[in-house]
């Protein structure tokens, strides 16, 4: 009977479009979907540093690694915030680092990409934070409170980072002949795993269903994939980059780009662990958590012996 | 030596020291023991190469020959780079990097404190404007010291270790040569060696908090100022100037 009332609440909530917050009654189901789909956001920020923190010591220039370094560091703090949103579920920081380590919980399948040359910098901003962009948008209106306000804010810190990836493309693309090869091939490399990072079509997507009717997500995956796509095509011709899809052409009826097919194949692969990187990431992410266990035990020894001095 | 050619010589020292520790604190990036630590020690490499950006171009602009900030840090070859030995040291374990800003932030703190008082508008202006920063910074590596040096017995013993096998190189950061001498009798600069008093108190001090004994005294190492550096440099500018070196004509 109290459960019939409580989810009766709930729905009322999600139907007013208002926020669900941390304090109010939520069904299991959307509590589980909520710790499965932030804590792999908050994964995918912190695996992400790796594939451009390998950068920053190499940055061609001055500006171009301190504009790096801030932007890696925007992304341990969006990390930060995102598993702080995911704690008011009532899950510890330890738990989301232990799943992350065992495979329990995924980040997203683009960072199992290798970053080989300066100009996968470029596309990292430009595309990767492209896409994100666009599922984070949309994510602003999140029915859950604490998540829509971490979409919020850290969007203002996407738009930066995809504006300085594009101004690397840029450069690149008008540069010497080496720097536009450089430009090509990264962009050759990125483009069709960017397109992944939105997940299966929605004909094959289990966990949409429940999501869009609680408003966890706003938008479906093929939705949010043609925005990006329409986007970005304009903006690879703006610097005469092809993009690598013959099938790519604008559809006057639809009044969006037509794309080709996507190899789904190479993505349940990069999923499952077969990507090239993904042994990698999760080991670097091991090595430096095993390496600070003695920091992060002096830490809380050191912090019980001033309590108990002070009591 | 001309005025000009030792302020430009104390300005590259200077900027110098702020690349080549931000280039080090860089590399912990995705490598700290806690997530706040990868943004603390990230903050502090910024400011350091923020500071090197504005050093370097300033002694860019006192050279007058046409060279940029950039080019002094990606087209100057091993022998060519004046920042002391302490600051190129690998950063070992968390311990070994943290005895090195403690070592550094103490000096600093003096240093920026007197340079900002210098008859050199611009380094007085720059100094004033770091000053906030390494506050900061001392302060992190003090909290630290605090931390590993009364924590656990590992963690005693390996603060231990980094600050005794680091000591070899502090006697260097209060050296002076023909460079400072031109610089003091202009009020331009205070003579460091003047502030090594002050800092001996502050590091024991901070030492003596965290249970730990003061490194025994020994043969203070020397060079980096004079461009003789350790066989660590190398790498660090072999992989810092990578990309200019390999692609000369491209601007990125």
């Known amino acids: 009977m109290n459960e019939q009332k409580n989810l009766e609440g709930f729905e009322k909530i999600i139907n007013a479009d208002k926020k669900v917050e941390p304090r109010d009654w939520m069904p299991e189901d959307y509590r589980k979907h909520l710790i499965r789909q932030i804590s792999q956001h908050g994964h995918s920020e912190i695996i992400g540093m790796q594939p451009e923190g390998n950068w920053i010591t190499r940055a061609p220039s001055l500006r171009a690694k301190l504009i790096l370094l801030a932007k890696v560091q925007d992304e341990a703090g969006h990390g930060l915030y995102l598993y702080s949103a995911t704690e008011t ?24 990409y290798p970053a ?196 | 030596m001309t005025k000009q050619e030792a302020l430009f010589k104390y300005t590259l020292r200077l900027g110098d020291n702020s690349l080549i520790l931000g280039h080090r604190l860089s590399e912990w990036s995705s490598y700290a023991p806690i997530l706040e630590e990868d943004l603390a020690l990230t903050n502090i490499a910024l400011d350091l190469i923020g500071r090197a950006q504005a050093l370097l171009k300033y002694a860019a602009e006192i050279e007058s020959k046409a060279r940029t900030e950039d080019d002094l840090v990606f087209k100057r070859a091993e022998r060519q780079f004046l920042n002391v030995l302490l600051l190129e040291q690998p950063n070992g374990d968390f311990a070994m990097t943290i005895a090195r800003q403690i070592f550094n932030s103490a000096f600093e703190l003096l240093l920026f404190e007197e340079l900002s008082k210098s008859k050199d508008e611009m380094l007085a202006s720059l100094a004033t404007k770091c000053l906030k920063e390494v506050k900061y910074h001392w302060r992190h590596a003090y909290d630290w010291l605090q931390r590993l040096g009364d924590g656990t017995d590992e963690s005693h013993a390996r603060m231990q270790k980094a600050i005794n096998d680091l000591w070899m190189f502090t006697g260097e950061l209060f050296e002076i040569d023909e460079v400072e001498t031109i610089l003091i009798n202009d009020a331009i600069v205070i003579d460091t060696r003047e502030l090594h008093d002050k800092w001996l108190t502050k590091i024991s001090d901070a030492i003596k908090t965290a249970t730990l004994t003061h490194p025994a005294e020994g043969y203070m190492q020397t060079g980096g100022r004079i461009g003789i550096h350790t066989e660590n440099l190398g790498f660090i500018l072999a992989e810092m100037q990578y990309l200019p070196r390999a692609y000369p004509d491209a601007k990125w």
């Open chain 1, 116 to 311: 080989v040359t300066w100009a996968d910098m470029g596309t990292i901003g430009w595309l990767v934070d492209g896409a994100a962009i666009v599922n984070q948008i949309s994510l602003q209106r999140t029915s859950y409170g604490p998540y829509s306000r971490a979409m919020i804010r850290i969007c203002k810190e996407e738009s930066f980072h995809q504006r300085q990836g594009y101004e690397i493309m840029t450069h690149m693309a008008r540069g010497t002949a080496e720097q536009r090869e450089m430009a090509q091939d990264a962009l050759n490399r990125w483009w069709w795993p960017s397109l992944m990072m939105f997940g299966p079509h929605d004909s094959n997507s289990p966990n949409t269903g429940k999501a869009i009717r609680w408003k966890i997500k706003r938008d479906s995956n093929d939705d949010l994939r043609q925005r990006f796509i329409d986007k970005t095509a304009k903006q690879a011709d703006v610097i005469g980059l092809t993009i690598p899809d013959p099938k790519l052409q604008w559809n006057d009826e639809r009044g969006h780009y037509d794309f080709g097919e996507i190899d789904w194949a190479e993505f349940d692969r990069v999923v499952k662990g077969d990507g090239p990187c993904n042994k990698q990431r999760i080991a670097h992410h091991l090595k430096a958590h095993k390496d600070g266990a003695w920091v992060r035990e002096a830490a809380s020894v050191y912090a019980a012996k001033r309590a108990k001095k002070a009591a």
């Open chain 1, 89 to 112: 579920l009532g899950i510890s920081r330890e738990e989301l680092v232990e799943q992350l380590q065992t495979g329990k919980a995924k980040y997203s399948t683009i960072f199992n």
